[in-house]
């Protein structure tokens, strides 16, 4: 007898879960076994966390993770070690939900959360946390070659004949899901110029769009080292990804459509594991740490806007808002984004089909 697709599909995401952990213990900062982490007494002199991120989260975290060791070794005489996984955002939920055990997760939307509090991972009051349950805020920006070579100054440029645009892909990626609603929003916004909100008009401006795309790929930081290698004219992306890189010393110019879309990136305890692992407490705390002034700070010295209202105060001239900036609900909210955009017969997949 074949197997089931659906068994077939689980044992797919338990090889990538599994392939994941081992990832992890052969990279990043303090690293453990899966197993030595599971049994790590939280009351002992050491603890280990497993964060499971998306990819563009990683170098922040490169410098955040060491300040929360720092703190919290002051505050309770423990040492925390970090297991961490970088994936697109989809990626990493599936992961999880196959079993890889992470005790904090950050993901791109609140969508890739939500399917965890479906599985019976995260809670689901997790949006009773501050801010909603976000840590970072975003916009959807354009980066171009140094010196904006074609002249790109909003989304309707990416609708010209000979650009070549890259943006990844919406199936593995949240980071894409935020581009395809900042580029469909921006349809609807011009609609409105010419009498009314009409989502035909969306779908057409994200057609043109799409018939310029160079390169699907499966995450943010992906479609950023193609670019990187010499692919396209225009890279769809967050903010904060293509200041990060300019910090590093990659040549970009930046530019923030008239309409785009507000990014709101969340981060959540994975409720079973921590049980399982005996960590919610630091999970708890290093969930809240994300939050405080020290750890924006260092969110907002990598492109992030901060959710922290006094480092996003003290940010504010590095971060202009566009006149026509909106938010998910100017979609309908993430349900109805999810039902029209990205279900089985939605606009995404019809753009995709080309029908």
Not at 46 to 55: D, F, H, N, R
Not at 125 to 146: C, F, H, N, Q, Y
Not at 311 to 338: C, H, M, Q
Request: aromatic residues 10%.
């Amino acid at each position: 007898m074949k197997p089931s697709l659906s068994r077939l599909k689980k044992n797919m995401w338990g090889l990538l879960a599994f392939l994941l952990l081992i990832s992890v213990v052969l990279s990043g900062c303090s690293r453990e076994t899966a197993t030595e982490a599971s049994a790590a007494p939280a009351s002992g002199k050491e603890v280990t966390l497993v964060i499971g991120a998306y990819s563009i989260a990683k170098d922040a975290m490169a410098d955040i993770l060491p300040k929360f060791q720092q703190e919290w070794k002051a505050k309770t005489g423990q040492t925390v070690k970090f297991q961490e996984s970088y994936e697109a955002s989809g990626t990493q939920a599936r992961a999880i939900i196959g079993g890889f055990e992470a005790d904090v997760t950050l993901l791109a939307m609140e969508g890739d959360v939500d399917k965890l509090v479906k599985e019976g991972l995260v809670s689901k009051k997790w949006r009773d946390a501050p801010d909603g349950g976000m840590i970072t805020r975003s916009i959807v920006a354009l980066g171009t070659r140094e010196g904006n070579p074609l002249g790109i100054t909003d989304f309707t440029d990416l609708t010209k004949t000979g650009v070549k645009v890259l943006y990844p892909n919406p199936q593995t990626s949240g980071g894409a899901q935020w581009d395809i609603n900042a580029i469909y929003g921006a349809g609807l916004k011009l609609s409105e110029e010419q009498g009314k909100k009409d989502p035909a008009y969306a779908k057409a401006f994200l057609e043109k769009v799409h018939q310029n795309i160079e390169s699907l790929d499966k995450s943010g930081r992906a479609s950023m080292a193609a670019f990187e290698y010499g692919v396209g004219d225009v890279v769809v992306t967050y903010e904060n990804e293509l200041l990060a890189r300019i910090k590093q010393g990659q040549k970009y110019d930046v530019i923030i459509p008239k309409y785009t879309i507000k990014i709101e990136n969340p981060a959540a305890v994975v409720d079973k594991y921590v049980d399982q692992h005996g960590t919610r407490k630091v999970a708890e705390a290093f969930v809240e740490y994300l939050r405080s002034k020290e750890a924006q700070t260092v969110f907002a010295e990598y492109g992030f806007r901060p959710v922290n209202e006094e480092v996003l105060k003290a940010n504010e001239s590095r971060y202009p808002v566009p006149s026509g900036l909106f938010d998910i609900t100017y979609l309908g909210g993430w349900d109805e984004v999810r039902e029209t955009l990205y279900s089985k017969k939605g606009i995404w997949y019809q753009v995709l089909a080309g029908i």
